[in-house]
Structure formats: C-alpha cells, structure tokens
C-alpha cells in the first residue's frame, strides 16, 4: 500500500499565484499538516485532500477529468466540488477547502463543511435485503444511505466477519506488511448508525422471487420490497486423490488468508496448485514470508491466456528472482503427506499446498428461484434479474457489455462495488445503466499491473515500452478496436485509457 504523502508544496495559506496554475492542471500544496490538492478547471479553482482514502493513492499523480479527479492507484473518483467518492473502490470523501482569490493570488485556509447527502428518494420501498456481504453487497447498502434512503436494510452474510477488504487477503495481509485493522471495511459501529442490519453467518436456504420472501437455512424469513443477489462466487474444488487432506488450502475468504499465515510459522515448502492471479499472488506473499514456493500450472505461461506472452514472460521472471520455482505444462496428478504427486510423475514435496483453479459464480440460490441464469445470474444493464424488483451484482452477474457488445461475468473487486452502487440507485428508481470500464490490478512483490477493459480474446497485441523493464503499455485489440489495456508503471497512461474506453462506450450509445 502506498504511505500517507508528507506535507510537500507550497504553503497554500500563504497563496499562490493564478497564473501558474493553468487551466487543467493540478499543483499539490498543503495547508498544515494535511496536503491539498489545487485544481483548475476553466476559470474555477477547487480545494480538496490530495490523498486517495481508499490506499492513500497520491491525487496529484492522477487525472482531471471534468470536475474529478480519478486515483493513479485504483481508479477511484473524486468530486472537485464536494469531495465526494463518487466511485469505488474509494468510499469515503475527501475534505474540501475554500479558495479565495485576491488579484492574482489565491489562497486556501478554512476547511468547508460540505453537505454530501443526496436528496431523498421518491420511492415506495420500505425493505431491502442484500444477500451476500462482500464488495457488492456492501457497497449497495452504504449507497442506499447515502441517497436518502430511509427504510430498512438487511445483509445476509454466510461470513462470519464483517464486510472486508478481499483483495488484500492474498497480497499485502497474507504477506505480513498489512496489519489486520486494514482488512475490515468498516466497524460494526458503522453499520449501527446507520441502521445496516447485517446478519453474520446467515445461510440462505431459498428465494421466493412471487412472494419476496427470503428464508434462512434456519427457518428465518426476511421480506422485501427490492433484493441484490451478491453472493459472487466460491472456488473450484480439485478432485484429485489426497484433496481431502488438511495440508490442502485454498484462499476466498478472511478466516482461508489467516489459516494460511497460522501454517506459514511451520512450514518451510508450499507448493501452489494453478498459476493464476490468486495463485501467483499466494506465492509471491509466501515468498515474503521466507518459504520456498513452488508453482505448478497446465500453460506454457503464467497468466498468457489473459495478458499476452510478453506479460506473462515477465511475471514469471520477477517471480524467479524472487526465487520462485515453475512448474508449467503439467498439473497435479494426486497430494500426499510429502507433498504433490504430478501428472509428468515427478513428486514435489511440501508443507502446505495451495490450490488457485479458478472459482465458479454461486447461482444455486437464483436458479431455484426460477431467475435465467448463464454462467451467471443474467442481468439487464441496469442489473435487473428476470424477476420484478431482484437484481444481481459482483462475481455471479452477467450483463451486456456497452463497449464490447458480448455477456460478460468478471471476477473484479472494483466491478463487483460499482455495481452494488448502481444497483442501490437503480433500486431507488434512478434508471442508470451500468456501463464502467472494467478495472482490475495485480501485485507481484513491487510491481504492479494495471489494467482496464475487457479482453476474452484479441487478435492482436501492441506494446510501448519493455515488459523486461517493468515498464510498459500493453494495449489488446480485437477487429481493429482496443478491447482492453495493461500497464505497468504507467499508471497516468491506464487512467487515459479508461476514459478513452468510456469515451467510445459514450459515443456507440448515440448512435
């Protein structure tokens, strides 16, 4: 995670001058001990914290785009003119401050108190059930607050902890450098005050979409005026001999990431079945922890399939130096007390073995529930479900894609908290259609990959830059449009592109 940025610029209580501040450009400055973000956008002049409240991204390193301001880290979205998060994976604001100008200087000093409630809702509903307590599901009940609704809200988590921070399970809190108050979203406190009702450990045993009725394994029924399906989605299982065995984990939830630091005090050689993003991950975590990590995968190359021989050639010669050891073109044939059995017929021994194949959405609920589900809960773009007043959001819903025109399903945090959002307001009658550019990030030790749109297949790949130097811009095509990009170290570059994706998403719905 990135530092909380020092207090670095100019003094902006003592003024800057206006002419060197152009329009369109941002100066970082700082007012105390807290630093400020000036910006110019036209003739006006804005004020707010310069840093990102979602990893302390550095706003100054990010991009203008109208009266935002988007994080070079994650591609979260400030308002210039009230600091609001107006888009995940950030969900709080950003403080603002006045900006008086005399002549041609201008100065910052008084903190403003800014009224970031939106008007409350026309709207019939009185209850809202959210099965699932992860990125969507959370994200849809801090946005059913913050746009005015005011009637009951009920999450039905089968989790036993509160809604966190997913991503960091396999990458800075697996690896020891994150401490365990950053997973949490939010305290239980937050969720009183805002009267969230979230039932932990509550396992939903049907939905009748007829009758809006919700019934717990346990006999509990929750009615309801709108219901998100936010389930997302579990991993896929080996079924292989010795899959039964205790030293066999895998890593989806909280309670997965810390049973795997409990066994890495103990052991001292894992083997990690799948080189995929969570497995690779997984290794590069353990590796910070001293273990000697061995990663077994069927492909030629780590990850090739989703970005591209270059990138996959370079992922795994960072994890090489890290002293990582692949096995590729082969899988695990069988696990046994020494260790993992492959299919070539060479043993690997280990600890502690991983498994990352992939996971599959949880759609067992919708279909009994008579909701159309492909490969997903089949979603509309405003994340309406076949059935009056469900929608679904996160890992498990498929919707039309506005810049690619296919169904897609993705496995992203950030896609599975901008839809929650987009559901909560669409709940409320806000008709908005879903159309965020997919965005996703990997870390492999100190290099972070980036990227944005979507890519099942292209048919052609250009690169600016060297991958071998970690630092490039890898741009995928399919029929001579761009599909999707990935960079790294050039975090400007990914945050043009993703406007340059929604510029042409705007433009093909006018024609």
Same mark, same amino acid.
């Given at each position: 995670m990135s530092e909380t940025a020092q207090p670095s610029g100019p003094d902006l209580t003592k003024g800057i001058s206006f002419s060197d501040l152009p329009a369109g450009a941002m100066l970082l400055g700082h007012i105390g001990d807290e630093a400020v973000l000036v910006a110019r956008q036209g003739e006006e002049i804005f004020a707010i914290g310069a840093i990102c409240t979602h990893y302390n991204g550095p706003l100054a390193d990010g991009l203008l785009v109208a009266?935002?301001?988007?994080?070079?880290?994650?591609?979260?979205c400030f308002s210039l003119r009230t600091g609001e998060a107006l888009r995940a994976p950030a969900l709080n604001p950003v403080s603002c401050w006045r900006v008086d100008r005399d002549g041609d200087m201008l100065f910052a000093r008084e903190k403003m108190k800014v009224d970031r409630k939106h008007a409350r809702s026309d709207t019939e509903l009185r209850s809202v059930v959210i099965i699932g307590g992860g990125a969507a599901g959370n994200?849809? =009940?801090?946005? #059913? $607050?913050?746009? %005015?609704? +005011?009637?009951?809200?009920?999450?039905?988590?089968?989790?036993?902890?509160?809604?966190?921070?997913?991503?960091?399970?396999?990458?800075?809190?697996?690896?020891?450098?994150?401490?365990?108050?950053?997973?949490?979203?939010?305290?239980?406190?937050?969720?009183?005050?805002?009267?969230?009702?979230?039932?932990?450990?509550?396992?939903?045993?049907?939905?009748?979409?007829?009758?809006?009725?919700?019934?717990?394994e346990d006999g509990g029924r929750f009615e309801f005026d709108a219901l998100l399906i936010a389930t997302g989605a579990s991993p896929v299982r080996l079924d292989i001999p010795g899959a039964n065995l205790a030293k066999l984990r895998y890593l989806r939830t909280l309670d997965d990431s810390i049973a795997l630091i409990d066994e890495a005090k103990t052991a001292k050689?894992?083997?990690?079945?799948?080189?995929?993003?969570?497995?690779?991950?997984? =290794?590069?975590? #353990? $590796?910070?922890? %001293?273990? +000697?990590?061995?990663?077994?995968?069927?492909?030629?190359?780590?990850?090739?399939?989703?970005?591209?021989?270059?990138?996959?050639?370079?992922i795994r010669a960072i994890h090489e130096e890290h002293g990582v050891k692949f096995l590729l073109g082969t899988s695990a044939a069988a696990i046994d007390e020494r260790g993992v059995i492959l299919k070539s017929g060479e043993a690997i021994q280990a600890d502690l073995v991983v498994a990352g194949i992939g996971v599959h959405p949880d759609t067992a609920l919708a279909s009994q529930a008579g909701l159309r589900v492909d490969n997903g809960i089949v979603v509309d773009e405003y994340l309406r479900t076949t059935a009056n007043r469900i929608f679904a959001a996160g890992d498990i819903a498929r919707w039309p894609d506005q810049h690619t025109g296919s169904s897609i399903r993705v496995e992203h945090w950030v896609v599975a908290e901008r839809q929650g959002q987009t559901a909560a307001r669409n709940m409320l009658g806000h008709n908005e259609r879903f159309d965020a550019v997919p965005f996703f990030w990997s870390q492999h030790y100190d290099v972070a990959i980036r990227y944005v749109g979507h890519a099942e297949r292209w048919d052609k790949i250009e690169i600016d830059g060297n991958p071998a130097a970690r630092d490039c811009k890898v741009t995928y095509f399919q029929a001579g449009r761009t599909v999707a990009v990935a960079t790294v170290s050039r975090d400007l570059a990914n945050l043009r592109a993703e406007v340059d994706l929604e510029r042409e998403i705007f433009q093909r719905s006018q024609l």
């Amino acid at each position: 995670m990135s530092e909380t940025a020092q207090p670095s610029g100019p003094d902006l209580t003592k003024g800057i001058s206006f002419s060197d501040l152009p329009a369109g450009a941002m100066l970082l400055g700082h007012i105390g001990d807290e630093a400020v973000l000036v910006a110019r956008q036209g003739e006006e002049i804005f004020a707010i914290g310069a840093i990102c409240t979602h990893y302390n991204g550095p706003l100054a390193d990010g991009l203008l785009v109208a009266d935002t301001v988007r994080c070079p880290l994650h591609h979260a979205c400030f308002s210039l003119r009230t600091g609001e998060a107006l888009r995940a994976p950030a969900l709080n604001p950003v403080s603002c401050w006045r900006v008086d100008r005399d002549g041609d200087m201008l100065f910052a000093r008084e903190k403003m108190k800014v009224d970031r409630k939106h008007a409350r809702s026309d709207t019939e509903l009185r209850s809202v059930v959210i099965i699932g307590g992860g990125a969507a599901g959370n994200a849809a =009940a801090e946005m #059913l $607050r913050r746009y %005015g609704y +005011d009637g009951s809200i009920t999450m039905l988590s089968a989790d036993d902890a509160l809604p966190y921070d997913r991503p960091n399970l396999s990458k800075d809190f697996l690896a020891g450098t994150a401490p365990a108050d950053w997973i949490p979203l939010r305290s239980a406190d937050f969720y009183s005050k805002r009267r969230i009702d979230v039932r932990l450990g509550a396992r939903v045993a049907s939905i009748d979409a007829t009758g809006r009725v919700v019934t717990l394994e346990d006999g509990g029924r929750f009615e309801f005026d709108a219901l998100l399906i936010a389930t997302g989605a579990s991993p896929v299982r080996l079924d292989i001999p010795g899959a039964n065995l205790a030293k066999l984990r895998y890593l989806r939830t909280l309670d997965d990431s810390i049973a795997l630091i409990d066994e890495a005090k103990t052991a001292k050689r894992i083997a990690v079945i799948g080189a995929s993003f969570i497995g690779l991950e997984t =290794a590069a975590a #353990l $590796r910070e922890r %001293g273990l +000697d990590v061995h990663v077994i995968g069927p492909q030629s190359r780590p990850l090739e399939r989703v970005l591209g021989p270059e990138l996959g050639d370079m992922i795994r010669a960072i994890h090489e130096e890290h002293g990582v050891k692949f096995l590729l073109g082969t899988s695990a044939a069988a696990i046994d007390e020494r260790g993992v059995i492959l299919k070539s017929g060479e043993a690997i021994q280990a600890d502690l073995v991983v498994a990352g194949i992939g996971v599959h959405p949880d759609t067992a609920l919708a279909s009994q529930a008579g909701l159309r589900v492909d490969n997903g809960i089949v979603v509309d773009e405003y994340l309406r479900t076949t059935a009056n007043r469900i929608f679904a959001a996160g890992d498990i819903a498929r919707w039309p894609d506005q810049h690619t025109g296919s169904s897609i399903r993705v496995e992203h945090w950030v896609v599975a908290e901008r839809q929650g959002q987009t559901a909560a307001r669409n709940m409320l009658g806000h008709n908005e259609r879903f159309d965020a550019v997919p965005f996703f990030w990997s870390q492999h030790y100190d290099v972070a990959i980036r990227y944005v749109g979507h890519a099942e297949r292209w048919d052609k790949i250009e690169i600016d830059g060297n991958p071998a130097a970690r630092d490039c811009k890898v741009t995928y095509f399919q029929a001579g449009r761009t599909v999707a990009v990935a960079t790294v170290s050039r975090d400007l570059a990914n945050l043009r592109a993703e406007v340059d994706l929604e510029r042409e998403i705007f433009q093909r719905s006018q024609l």
